[in-house]
């Protein structure tokens, strides 16, 4: 079984310029995740799609962050425009069904590791 | 607002010693608790997934136990070896609607060969 594919894996950008993550889950997953990992700590999740929809983006900084799951698989994660503090691993995960009181594993991707200078 | 904290945030042991990870959280209404292994430059691996009506888990050398009444979870390693050497991370889900899972911070392992 495939897992979780993400590009690109690393990628070195200057302030104020975008950038866009790529994610495929693994093939059936209904539930997608981005999550934001700083160095030295837990991730962070941004935002959370079940199929298509957004779920839960409360801690998305929607003035420069924006995430789409078209078609309810793939999904793109952009940032525009970067700062400093974008700076970390930005992680795609994906579980079959996300429902309150799920007790399902999450499949974590590689992740792209993000400098922004 | 559900936490979770690790303590350690490192440790160091010698090869072939068992150990034992900490995972606190301050919401004990969970109904599961999970374990990933995370490789420098690399993302998570599902390690032990404990629901919350077990007490523990097992899979190979790993053994990971929950107390939900004390808000605790531990993740026994035993004969350690040089590849086990990861950041270990517990994970519970938050107890808003939105379901969230909360990261800590995890434990840096190092085997020393």
């Known amino acids: 079984e495939a897992g979780v594919a993400q590009s690109p894996r690393y990628k070195i950008i200057e302030k104020r310029q975008s950038v866009a993550f790529w994610c495929n889950p693994i093939?059936?997953?209904?539930?997608l995740y981005w999550y934001q990992q700083i160095l030295g700590q837990g991730p962070k999740l941004l935002i959370q799609?079940?199929?298509?929809?957004?779920?839960?983006d409360s801690q998305l900084p929607k003035d420069r962050f924006s995430a789409e799951r078209l078609k309810g698989v793939d999904s793109t994660l952009k940032i525009q425009p970067a700062k400093l503090e974008d700076s970390a691993v930005y992680l795609c995960?994906?579980?079959?069904?996300?429902?309150?009181?799920?007790?399902?594993?999450?499949?974590f991707g590689s992740g792209t590791q993000l400098s922004v200078l | 607002k559900q936490e979770v904290t690790q303590i350690p945030a490192a440790l160091s042991v010698p090869e072939g010693e068992n150990l034992v990870l900490n995972c606190s959280f301050t919401?004990?209404?969970?109904?599961?608790l999970q374990w990933f292994r995370q490789d420098p430059g690399k993302g998570l691996t599902s390690l032990l997934l404990?629901?919350?009506?077990?007490r523990e888990q097992t899979s190979g050398r790993l053994n990971a136990s929950l107390d939900k009444s004390s808000g605790r979870s531990t993740l026994y390693i035993a004969a350690s070896q040089p590849g086990d050497s990861a950041t270990y991370l517990c994970?519970?889900?938050?107890?808003?609607?939105?379901?969230?899972?909360?990261f800590g911070k995890g434990t840096r392992l190092h085997i020393l060969p």
């Open positions: 404990i629901q919350s009506s077990q």
């Open positions: 093939s059936g997953h209904a539930t």
């Open positions: 919401d004990s209404a969970i109904y599961n």
């Open positions: 994970a519970v889900p938050s107890l808003n609607r939105d379901d969230k899972i909360i």
């Open positions: 799609f079940q199929n298509n929809g957004v779920v839960d």
């Open positions: 995960a994906s579980s079959p069904i996300r429902a309150p009181g799920a007790n399902e594993k999450l499949f």
